[in-house]
């Protein structure tokens, strides 16, 4: 629709200038200043018409997007459904999602391209800035160079236009109306020159009377062109400067001139209808559409004062325009429209309600709209206020409330506005969040601060219900539910709150907006947590991404008979509240909103007014096509990284098997949002989704595989499935030959094998009853250390001694345990292992000898864990006494001060049995001053076999016996004795015992 200039209702502003008179009146006297009251009444007075078109809602692609030039020459879709750009910087294909861009690098012989024909076999031509021609065929560009058909085209000038016949005999015009024929399928091709039969332009395009041949002109007839012959059809060419039409049925040109000069036309041809159903007039002041009905006058103009160098109606009905350095421009539907205020600073709308037959849209400074229709009213209240409101403040009017009296409340940034029959009222309060009604006296007011409570009637503050910043408020079941930056509070009306979010994590989000639906349940619109509906404090619904909306980022909300329209930061979502599942149809710029920004929606009936950072936009949704197609294509395989010709089916050697898929769904409509199905088969047979453009195999093993895709997109189409073959071949060495051979070889390595494992096997047998030998040497040496001469020599002068001192009782009793210690020596090293309690019997016999040959000299204690079988639990014989004695001879025996003490303890160490033995002596550097002046070498002995046999038990085990002797020292680092930790692993006791 042409833009309109549209003014202010008079009556409408009377009706304003009578309502904001009493009330400023009042409020500048109580300021005591007429000079300020003159000027408020003028500026009521005069309030400044609104300049506002309602225009369409253009999806816009340009370089940034990844377009390759943004001037558009050219456009025309392929077979497979790509959309093509003729640009001054390459070439540029679009799948709906991404572009490709092609340039000189990849074959084109000029980057700069006028033209662009898809042909029936899925070729696009190309012509570039020169002279020459070209075209792109299943991911390679053919010129002169590589094509033998091209090679007979000579060209003398540069190609202007490009179109073809149902054969795809391509007709060529270039600058000068020269004219040639390229007939790609007959034969090996022919080029035919066609200069011969005048000037000539081509003016249709293919199947536009459904016949087989092309319409061309000359400068005093048109005829088709069919097989490089000309067959006379009407007397008179085809004005130049005239947007035509031709009938058919009796031989009629009928035309509509232009009123500026026109750059080029477009021709769409419903092939289904079999009828021309759209025809544009490309102009630098827009594309001129004419009224395909009549034929006598232009319908409409789109993208006014605009170089239109292109159009193009793609196979979902989108409209694409190609301009001269503003990229393209993509209408979706010419349902959803624009109003843009022209007066304005800002075009963003942040509230919306309906007065009446007005719709009122609050905007920026402090200006708020009024459509009725295609009318539009601005009222500015800056000017009727006091002076402390700053006319270039951007005093936002973010809430809209009409209460059950009929009044409308307004909040703004800067101050609460009401308009009543009565007048106007106006309250400097803190910045308005949000307004709800309490009942028909009281209102409930958000703050950038606080939540109050204000008269309705006055505009008079009666109360605080919460003390701090607030987001948003609603009055709900008799409490205030007030939303804030950290989420969702509840206070009641006798002062205790309550934070939800401590009982619910959605409502620990950011809050929004409020909603309550017919049924009773509150809806809080959160950013980060979706949509939350509440009632009797129990979420009932929770609207995320999971469930089908469009963002968890959720700014606005609407209830409307049973379905919640929810705005987000990506489009608008309609949500069936009716229904357990809640369906959800998504809105977007895709469908033809300027913004997926939605700050405020208002739906009446079928009608939906959206409040965007674009402005405010209006659509019938019943009126909303949601015809769309879905095109799966395959763009490329890659093999081991390496890309492979397109093909139905792929044979592959058993190294390549790492494969790469890409494809693409082709929905304009959808805007990328698109689903995948795939499987694949002989790998697995369940499906699987996915919204990458994707698949990657790195390791197949051999076998037969079958790939099957499909596309799914925004409005449920299903695409075309994509089936493709996969053959992995089996590798040589799963062959039967080789299998034969392999068993062959194997058998005989296994043989061989087998005797080495036997002579190893009869080796370690060897090494083993070796190692037995070893070890029973290594104890006997042990016990002919631990029964030395001169441990017998000391007894026996013990027992002399006590015979000699007539000690008759000590002698006996020494003999006796002298005897027994003998015996379990003995008894002891023949079985090689002992039980603890055996072992703590031994050493007590033994320590009592020591003890009483020394005149009880020192004490000793030895403890056993109460966790240890001393029954069951045995450790090698004789391993334990070597440093007993050792602490005794030369720790204890020669202390000065104090009495010597020995402690042996026996504990649990995780999986391991801990041994102790630790002295109070003089400690190892002392005694081995002593050492170095007495005869003791039977002793080191001693300690050196006992660390022979902790060595060879860990050999013939595995399971490591590990001694740590530990000096001990007091604060001044003087020796204090020494302890001695042995650790045997009861994996190597278990074997023993």
């Known amino acids: 629709m042409p833009a309109a200039e549209l003014r202010p209702n008079p009556l409408y502003r009377c009706f304003l200038i009578v309502t904001y008179i009493p009330a400023t009146i009042k409020r500048v006297l109580s300021f005591g200043s007429i000079q300020i009251l003159f000027l408020l009444l003028l500026g009521c007075l005069f309030l400044p018409p609104v300049l506002s078109a309602q225009e369409y809602s253009y999806v816009y692609y340009n370089t940034r997007d990844g377009l390759a030039g943004s001037t558009i020459y050219d456009m025309c879709q392929d077979k497979d ?60 560009i053919y010129t002169s160079a590589n094509d033998s058909l091209l090679k007979k085209v000579k060209l003398n000038t540069v190609i202007t236009h490009i179109t073809g016949d149902k054969e795809d005999n391509i007709f060529l015009c270039s600058v000068g109306h020269d004219a040639y024929l390229l007939q790609t399928r007959k034969g090996p091709g022919k080029f035919i020159d066609l200069r011969a039969h005048g000037r000539l332009f081509s003016y249709a395009q293919p199947n536009f009377f459904d016949r087989d041949g092309l319409i061309v002109s000359t400068s005093d007839s048109t005829f088709i062109l069919a097989n490089g012959k000309l067959q006379f059809w009407s007397t008179g060419a085809l004005p130049l400067k005239a947007f035509v039409t031709l009938h058919d049925y009796d031989h009629k040109i009928k035309y509509i001139k232009l009123p500026v000069e026109s750059l080029n036309a477009y021709i769409h041809f419903d092939a289904e209808k079999k009828q021309t159903q759209t025809y544009f007039a490309l102009t630098n002041h827009g594309a001129w559409m004419v009224d395909t009905l009549h034929f006598d006058h232009f319908e409409e103009i789109f993208l006014k004062e605009k170089q239109v160098n292109s159009a193009l109606i793609d196979n979902e009905r989108n409209i694409w325009f190609g301009t001269g350095g503003e ?37 920026g400074f402090n200006r708020m709209y009024s459509i009725v229709g295609s009318k539009v009213d601005s009222i500015d209240f800056y000017k009727a206020f006091s002076g402390s409101v700053n006319q270039t403040s951007s005093n936002r009017l973010v809430s809209i409330k009409k209460t059950s009296a009929g009044n409308l409340v307004l909040g703004f940034d800067l101050f609460l506005f009401q308009k009543n029959a009565s007048g106007s009222l106006v309250n400097y309060v803190f910045p308005i969040k949000s307004i709800d009604e309490i009942d028909a006296q009281t209102l409930l007011v958000g703050t950038g601060r606080n939540v109050i409570r204000v008269r ?104 409307y008979q049973n379905y919640l329209w929810v705005g987000t930061d990506k489009g608008i979502n309609k949500v069936d509240i009716s229904k357990p599942t809640y369906p959800v149809h998504r809105y977007s710029t895709s469908d033809g909103l300027p913004s997926d920004i ?261 004490e000793y204690t030895i403890e056993t864990d109460v966790q240890i079988d001393q029954v069951n639990t045995c450790l090698p014989s004789m391993l334990l006494q070597p440093y007993v004695e050792n602490s005794i001879r030369h720790g204890i025996r020669h202390k000065r001060n104090g009495q010597g003490v020995l402690e042996i303890k026996f504990q649990q160490s995780g999986d391991q049995l801990l041994c102790i033995v630790e002295d109070n002596g003089i400690g190892r550097e002392s005694a081995r001053q002593f050492r170095s002046h007495l005869h003791v070498e039977y002793q080191s002995k001693g300690m050196t076999l006992a660390a022979a046999r902790v060595k060879a038990l860990n050999r013939q085990y595995g399971e490591p016996v590990v001694i740590e002797i530990i000096d001990k020292t007091d604060q001044e680092q003087r020796p204090t004795g020494t302890r001695v930790e042995i650790y045997f692993p009861y994996k190597m006791l278990s074997k023993l015992s």
Request: charged residues 20%.
């Open 456 to 559: 309705e009637k006055d505009l008079k503050v009666l109360d605080t219900i919460w003390p701090y910043r607030s987001t948003a408020v609603s009055y709900y079941n008799d409490s205030f539910y007030v939303g804030t930056v950290d989420g969702l509070h509840v206070v009641s009306k006798d002062g205790p709150s309550r934070f939800l979010g401590k009982d619910f994590p959605s409502l620990r989000y950011r809050t929004a907006c409020f909603a309550r639906s017919a049924d009773g349940i509150l809806w809080t619109a959160t950013y980060g947590g979706g949509v939350v509906g509440m009632k009797d404090n129990r979420i009932i619904g929770h609207l995320t991404t999971r469930q089908g909306i469009s963002s968890d980022i959720c700014r606005s909300l609407f209830v």
């Open 327 to 363: 990229g393209v421009y993509k209408l979706v539907s010419r349902n959803f429209k624009t109003y843009s205020f022209k007066d304005s600073k800002t075009s963003e709308i942040f509230s919306l309600t309906r007065h009446g037959q007005a719709m009122l849209a609050g905007t």
């Open 598 to 858: 939605i700050n405020a929606i208002y739906v009446d009936s079928s009608r939906v007014y959206v409040g965007s950072p674009a402005g405010l936009t209006t659509f019938d949704e019943k009126q909303v096509s949601d015809y769309s197609r879905c095109d799966l294509r395959v763009l490329d395989i890659s093999v081991s990284g390496l890309s492979k010709r397109l093909q139905p089916a792929y044979e592959l050697g058993y190294n390549d098997n790492n494969l790469r898929i890409e494809f693409v769904a082709i929905s304009f409509k959808s805007g990328g949002d698109i689903m995948y199905r795939y499987r694949l088969k002989g790998l697995k047979d369940s499906w699987d989704s996915t919204r990458q453009n994707q698949l990657e195999y790195p390791s197949l093993p051999s076998g037969n595989y079958q790939l099957e895709l499909l596309a799914i997109n925004k409005f449920g189409v299903v695409s075309n499935p994509v089936i493709i073959p996969f053959l992995i071949d089996t590798p040589y060495w799963q062959a039967w030959w080789f299998k034969i051979l392999v068993v062959g070889f194997a058998i005989g390595l296994t043989a061989t094998l087998v005797a080495w494992r036997f002579s190893i096997v009869q080796r370690r047998e060897k090494e083993k009853i070796g190692l037995q030998q070893k070890i029973h040497e290594l104890e006997q040496l042990a016990l002919l250390s631990q029964m030395n001469p001169h441990f017998i020599f000391n007894c026996l002068n013990s027992i002399q001694a006590f015979i000699i001192n007539n000690d008759v009782e000590k002698t006996n009793q020494y003999l006796t345990e002298f005897a027994y210690l003998i015996r379990q020596t003995m008894d002891s090293a023949e079985k090689g292992v002992i039980s603890i309690g055996q072992e703590v019997r031994y050493l007590t016999r033994y320590i009592e000898l020591e003890k009483m040959r020394f005149g009880h000299s020192f």
């Open 81 to 140: 459904g790509f959309i093509w750009f003729a640009t001054e910087a390459g070439l540029s294909r679009f799948d709906g999602t991404r572009f490709k861009n092609f340039t000189t690098a990849d074959g084109l012989p000029e980057v700069e391209i006028l033209k662009l024909y898809a042909d029936h076999q899925g070729r696009v031509w190309i012509a570039p800035f020169k002279n020459t021609i070209c075209y792109y065929y299943q991911g390679k």
